[in-house]
């Protein structure tokens, strides 16, 4: 099936002046068009008005929206797990994967549309009750990156949309066909539903200015945003000067302890999948690995020989485990990490582009192990590309202490038999991530916890627990049913 059918079976037609390209090959698979000031400016007032009508659909039938919608998303799986291959070049069992956690969410979100508790307080005055509500909040912008092009969005599109709230995307300006189809099956679940009011999801394609113009605007109380750590850091304090709330997930540093005790085959696919997996650009990819150095030299060539024989190819061959970067810039990227870990000492193995004359316009790479003497500049700083860095270690404590000593804080894991040591680690002085995992890697968190980290990964959460509640408005009602006017605190006011 070609691009172009695929696009047409998911009801997307493209034309513009923005070609997208597939990092596959680098061929065009679709024209766009951006918007511009004066559109987004129609699509946040388009918004507004849908938020007013949705917000008092009650949140059950709410519900039944995102599981149409979670219907139309079982019934074309393949090919939007197909394009995400195309378009973000991860491999097809990777994309299915993705569009799984799209109807995950969407299941859990219909649940949830029945679950939006509040609490009932007591009153310190007698006659009184008092109680919580969570009111939808308003539109809230969706800001995603390429490697997740459209899970991401789902996460928050589908609590958003129970939580009575209307949704405007701004996907990567590397995926924006996905986000395209998406937005096609969408209104395909909003014309079964009938009732919903129109423009209630949206999407608005564009660079940074178009982010920029949703985080500037006080009419979109909630902007939760997706991507490296330099883009938060911009996009915060615009968010905030407006008093706005942001929902950060930005660059994780994530590493894997692997203790004495360690069941080393599982530990060692367990790498595999999280250092390699999606070529290394997952925010919860694992890219530090703390070895016990009475196993070091057991693991460590084993971990060499396996990634040796790493399929390496186009992503939409069965056998591929590992497809392309996403593009040049990240090659390079990935080649500027490799020559400072070189200067701070590191032994790199692999690290080199693959496949260069079949795919002249297509990044693929050979992952790098780097055996580093310490935990150097060039470690704690996130590259998006399989870079993983090893290092030895001897004492427990001292290896938590450089576990935590990254500016990021969203996913890790110990590998151990050990109890006490699994639950040191996942203890207050433990892990100092949003994850923390006992003999799983970093990666492939579920959706019914909280998805996010600490410190420079910005301290949002998404998708399951109580996430939601980021999505709503906490109102504190008291209602008097007496005959008097008690103040609270004890207070005295006669008149
Ligand atoms: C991301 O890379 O932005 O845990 C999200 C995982 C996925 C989500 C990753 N569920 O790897």
């Known amino acids: 099936m070609t691009t172009h059918d695929l696009l047409t079976q998911l009801g997307v037609h493209t034309s513009g002046d923005h070609i997208a390209r597939s990092p596959i090959d680098g061929a065009e698979i679709g024209r766009v068009a951006y918007d511009d000031a004066k559109s ?51 491999i097809l069992q ?68 129970v939580c009575g709230d209307s949704v405007i995307w701004k996907p990567c300006e590397k995926t924006p066909l996905t986000a395209l189809a998406t ?9 079964k539903f009938g009732a919903a009011p129109k423009n209630l999801s949206q999407v608005v394609l564009g660079l940074r200015d178009v982010g ?87 693991l460590v060539p084993a971990l060499k020989k396996a990634y040796a024989g790493l399929p390496i190819g186009s992503p939409l061959e069965k056998v591929t485990l ?17 020559a400072s870990a070189k200067d701070e000492g590191g032994a790199i193995s692999g690290g080199g582009r693959a496949l260069e004359d079949k795919f002249p316009d297509g990044f693929y790479i050979h992952p790098a192990i780097v055996e580093m003497p310490g935990q150097t500049k060039t470690v704690c700083h996130e590259t998006f590309a ?39 680690f996942i203890a207050a002085s433990g892990s100092d991530c949003g994850i923390a995992n006992v003999n799983i890697g970093p990666s492939g968190a579920e959706i019914g916890g909280a998805f996010g980290g600490e410190k420079e990964t910005g301290g949002g959460r998404e998708s399951g627990s109580d996430s939601w509640k980021a999505y709503m408005r906490r109102q504190t009602a008291t209602i008097n049913y007496s005959d008097a006017l008690p103040l609270a605190q004890g207070i005295e006011f006669a008149v």
């Open 212 to 298: 920029e113009l949703l985080a500037k605007d006080a009419r979109i109380p909630v902007v939760s945003a997706t991507g490296s750590t330099r883009m938060g850091r911009e996009l915060a304090p615009v968010v905030a000067a407006r008093f706005g709330r942001s929902i950060l997930e930005l660059g994780g540093n994530n590493a894997m302890i692997v203790t004495p005790s360690a069941k080393l085959d599982l530990a060692t696919r367990a790498i595999l999948f999280a250092a390699v997996g999606t070529a290394g650009q997952r925010c919860t990819t694992l890219r530090r690995l703390f070895v016990h150095e009475s196993i070091y030299d057991k």
């Open 40 to 90: 987004v400016e129609k699509k946040i007032a388009a918004s507004v008005e849908a938020f007013k009508t949705w917000r008092d659909v009650p949140a059950p039938k709410r519900g039944e929206l995102v599981r149409l919608f979670g219907e139309e998303l079982r019934a074309n799986k393949d090919a939007l797990g197909r394009l995400v291959t195309l378009e973000a070049g991860k």
């Open 322 to 338: 590992v497809g392309p970067l996403i593009d040049k810039a990240s090659f390079e990227g990935m080649q500027r990490a490799l």
């Open 94 to 161: 990777e994309g299915l994967g993705e569009v799984q956690e799209m109807i995950d969410i969407c299941d859990f979100a219909v649940g949830l549309s029945r679950q939006l508790y509040g609490l009932t307080i007591a009153s310190e005055r007698p006659g009184h009750r008092m109680m919580e509500t969570w009111h939808p909040a308003g539109p809230v912008a969706v800001i995603s990156a390429f490697n997740f092009p459209v899970a991401v969005w789902a996460w928050n599109a589908a609590l958003a949309l």
């Open 183 to 191: 937005q096609a099956l969408f209104e395909r679940a909003m014309t």
């Open 386 to 424: 399989p870079i993983l860095y090893v290092m030895k270690y001897t004492d427990f404590d001292d290896v938590l202490a450089r576990h935590n000593a990254v500016p990021q804080g969203l996913s890790s894991c110990i590998f151990t038999t050990d109890m006490q040591q699994a639950e040191r």
